[in-house]
């Protein structure tokens, strides 16, 4: 962890959460709060204009879905770790966040404390993950392998030529899946609780890479990008 | 009309070419005849008879072999100067041929044992030093036995003219029926094939008429045969002429609706008479035969004619035409050939039957190929129907699964639905109108307000995570809860221990099941967390099979805490987590060591939804492996 303040964005149309979330950064001294922005047009202006380590976003803005702006912000930065906020954490929102380059997620009703260990847990290289999210990954990769493992249990998951995870990431996620927290998950494979976090962001981000190659591939046979 | 000018003149042109007779050959009209001994030359004094050519002369079966010699003249001006030669287009009884009392070729005669009967031509070249100015004389020496006999068609001048009138005489009298016969031949043995596969009358005439000719045209084929067989051939001769005049007559018959049985009998009663009185009379009726009864035969054939050109005098179909109109033609052919035989008419250089008759075969034949054409063209259509059918049936198959498929979806839905509505009256419908009731009353403290909502929020969550589209995996959504209420459990110092590891992947249940087990494990983990002051709490799963049983889920949610006092095991809590498990077909046992800890114990027994298995959409068109599992999901 740097010892320098980590900058952070929000982008919420709701004014409750936005003020919570602003108070929130606000009494951190290790946060510091860059800008808030109602919608995306707001948001857009701030992405242009400012520089930011971490952003909190709600997907659903007056003017447009926040997918765009993840995606944006992803492409374009990297470093950025980008957070959804959701009510329900359901794995149709939060996979859907992932796939355009989110690496955390947290609850509307997240305590303060919850937030600000979220955040610090992202800058440390970590990701938090439900027992249903993470399955829902693993769905979602192993349809990407045009179905070919899809029905299958088999350790590791399936052909090693489509399968963007290594075994390890792999097992991670199937224990995940089962309901093993980061540290049971450490103590099963003999490895550190952050180092489980860590695999989980690499994750996210292959499955964002990935995704993000579907797209460009998808957007070339429709001729709306020349290779 | 000036293409028409144009053939028309064509045709002139050819026409004067082949009628054109060499110019500087000669054909010789008459020939002196006297009998001589066999081989020998005539005597000096012998008897001269002089006759027309051509020359028709019989002899009895049984007569002695004669000896002839035929004297024929011809003049030239000159002595010629290039090969000369004679053409002897039908002399029936061969003999040795002489120019001027020199040898020029002997051609085969009838002896003790054979009988000859020359329908070829023979051309005989002349050495032009033999010829002299003025009279020139040939002389034939020859035999002849029983049987009609001919001398026609000699012919004297240039060699180079002459052997092209000996080409086509041999065109006609040898390689034509040869080609008549081979084609009868194949066409016999097709149809008769076709026959045996398919007893039809048309195919059954067909061949026979074809056999037949193969016989007609082995007659003309045969020039030599032994003595005794002679009459034979003879015979041969009038069964294949009557065989096929009786085939032709039956043929038109037919196209005239009158084949009947009588109909039928009568041609060949008629035709029978000829080879009958041939056998009877031992050959001697043949010039009879030959002069009364074979025109008989045309006659036959031409009443058949009437009635058929009668009889379809207004339905006439263009194969019956085609039919009809060839077996005009050889009536007419076969006239022709009577009249020259009979010498009526001027000789010919071949038997217009030899032609007539092939093609009345192929004529004979279309109808056949014809309705052989048409029956597969039936059959490719009605293959195509049938195709065509099979493909409609495929289709409204297609169109009833999708239709049961969206059954089933729309029945799952509303299934989910009527779960949705049963779900928020049980829950969160009956905590926030009593949550409220007990608001208004100013029951509640603002900490309890909000420790209502939240659990209202955990409530809620905990349906989503149940309802959530496809998700019937028990594992994830226990594990979810786990993830929720964990930092509860940190902030209250218990340790939460969650044992799922010999579980498998996911753990797919009856989707209705999901909630109430959710539900059971909530209110056990929530009971441990508020009221058991355990320092840990464990949840452990397994999953256990008893030989073929169906596999047993079990849940054990064990705290270290104070236990629960003997009245309080029959509590509300602990009665709605009983009635849930009794109303998902599972059984739920408490035991509580009053200091010690409290164990619940929940049992669950999987059926036929449990899978290890992920499920992925199938999206085949008419895969009968997804539409089962889909039934199978979808059904019970």
Redesign the interface.
């Known amino acids: 962890m740097s010892s320098e303040k980590t900058t952070v964005l929000i982008v919420e149309d709701e004014p409750e959460f936005r003020m919570r979330f602003k108070q929130i950064v606000e009494s951190e001294p290790t946060l510091e709060l860059i800008g808030v922005a109602a919608n995306k047009r707001e948001a857009q202006e701030l992405i242009d204009r400012t520089k930011f380590d971490v952003m909190l976003i709600d997907l659903g803005l007056p003017d447009g879905n926040g997918t765009d702006l993840i995606r944006q912000v992803s492409a374009k930065r990297p470093d950025v770790d980008i957070m959804v906020v959701t009510v ?5 929102h939060v996979v859907s966040a992932i796939e355009a380059g989110a690496t955390g997620y947290i609850l509307k ?1 997240s ?1 303060a404390a ?1 937030v600000v260990s979220c955040i610090r847990l992202l800058r440390a290289g970590g990701s938090p993950v ?3 999210v ?2 829902s990954v ?2 979602a990769i ?2 990407r392998m045009g ?1 070919a493992g ?4 088999r350790p590791g998951g399936a052909s090693p030529d489509n399968n963007p995870l290594s075994a390890r990431e792999t097992e991670i996620l ?8 980061f540290n ?1 998950i450490g103590e ?1 494979l003999g490895i550190s609780p952050h180092t489980v976090t860590a695999h989980i962001k690499k994750i996210y981000r292959k499955l964002a890479v990935h995704s993000r190659g579907e797209a460009v591939y998808e957007a070339t046979q429709m001729g709306l990008l020349r290779s | 009309m000036r293409t028409l000018r144009t053939l028309l003149i064509l045709l002139a042109a050819a026409a004067a070419l082949i009628l054109s007779v060499p110019a500087s050959a000669t054909t010789l009209r008459s020939v002196d005849w006297t009998l001589t001994e066999i081989g020998a030359a005539p005597a000096d004094d012998a008897q001269w008879q002089a006759y027309d050519l051509p020359l028709r002369w019989t002899s009895r079966p049984g007569e002695p072999l004669r000896g002839l010699t035929l004297r024929l003249r011809t003049t030239l001006e000159a002595p010629p100067t290039q090969a000369w030669a004679v053409l002897l287009s039908n002399a029936s009884t061969g003999g040795r041929v002489s120019v001027n009392g020199r040898m020029v070729g002997e051609i085969r005669t009838a002896d003790a044992s054979t009988e000859v009967r020359w329908r070829r031509p023979h051309l005989l070249a002349i050495d032009p030093s033999l010829l002299v100015a003025g009279e020139n004389t040939i002389l034939i020496q020859t035999a002849y036995s029983s049987g009609v006999h001919f001398l026609a068609g000699v012919e004297v001048g240039p060699l180079a003219e002459v052997s092209r009138e000996y080409g086509l005489r041999f065109f006609a009298s040898t390689i034509l029926p040869w080609i008549g016969g081979t084609l009868a031949t194949c066409f016999a043995l097709l149809f008769a094939l076709l026959w045996l596969r398919r007893h039809d009358a048309t195919i059954a005439l067909v061949a026979l008429a074809s056999a037949f000719w193969v016989l007609r045209s082995a007659y003309f084929l045969i020039e030599t045969v032994p003595v005794g067989a002679a009459v034979w051939l003879d015979l041969l001769f009038y069964v294949a002429n009557g065989g096929f005049a009786v085939v032709m007559t039956l043929v038109l018959l037919r196209l005239a609706g009158r084949a009947s049985g009588r109909a039928a009998w009568m041609p060949a009663l008629y035709a029978a008479i000829g080879p009958a009185l041939l056998i009877v009379t031992g050959g001697h009726a043949v010039p009879h035969l030959d002069r009364l009864w074979l025109p008989g035969l045309i006659g036959m054939v031409a009443i058949g004619l009437a009635y058929a050109l009668l009889s379809r005098v207004r339905k006439h179909e263009a194969l019956q035409i085609v039919v009809i109109t060839a077996i005009t033609v050889a009536i007419a052919a076969a006239a022709y050939d009577y009249g020259v035989a009979q010498g009526w008419l001027p000789e010919a250089t071949m038997l217009a039957l030899h032609w007539a008759g092939p093609l009345l075969l192929a004529a004979l034949a279309t109808p056949v190929v014809d309705r052989f054409v048409r029956v597969l063209r039936d059959a490719e259509g009605a293959r195509g129907d049938l195709e065509s059918r099979v493909r409609e049936r495929e289709q409204m198959l297609k169109r009833n699964y999708e239709r049961l498929r969206e059954g089933e979806r729309v029945q799952a839905t509303a299934a989910e639905r009527q779960r949705i509505m049963q779900d928020m009256h049980d829950g969160l419908g009956t905590q926030l109108v009593s949550s409220l009731m007990l608001v208004e009353r100013g029951a509640l403290t603002q900490a309890q307000v909000a420790q209502i909502l ?1 659990e209202s ?1 955990d409530d ?2 905990l349906a ?2 149940a309802l ?2 496809g ?1 019937s ?1 028990l ?10 209420m ?2 509860r459990f940190r902030a209250a110092g218990i340790e939460l ?2 044992d ?2 010999d ?4 753990l797919n249940i009856n989707p209705d099941a999901v909630l109430p087990i959710l539900r059971i494990v909530q209110e056990s983990l929530t009971n441990a967390l508020k009221h058991s002051q355990a320092r840990a709490v464990s949840v452990a ?1 397994q999953v256990t099979q008893a030989g073929d049983d169906a596999p047993m889920l079990q849940i054990r949610v064990t705290d270290n805490g104070k236990g629960i006092a003997g009245e309080r095991v029959g509590g509300r809590g602990l009665m709605n987590m009983r009635s849930r498990a009794n109303k998902v077909g599972g059984t739920l046992t408490l035991e509580s060591v009053p200091g010690t800890g409290t164990r619940v114990k929940f049992t669950y027994k999987l059926d036929e939804y449990h899978t ?5 959409p199938t999206q085949l068109g008419l895969n009968t492996e997804a539409i089962i599992e889909r039934f199978r999901e979808g059904g019970g």
């Open positions: 329900f954490g359901d794995e149709q009703d305590t919850d439900s027992p249903v993470a399955r693993l769905r192993r349809n179905g899809g029905g299958t249990t199937q224990l995940l899946a089962k309901g093993m927290s049971e099963i | 939240r929020i809620m969550r989503i995570d959530a589209q998700n995996d594992l994830a959504s226990l594990g979810n809860l786990r993830y929720r964990e930092p221990i969650w799922a590891r579980m498998p992947e996911e799963l290890g298995l992920t499920r992925t």
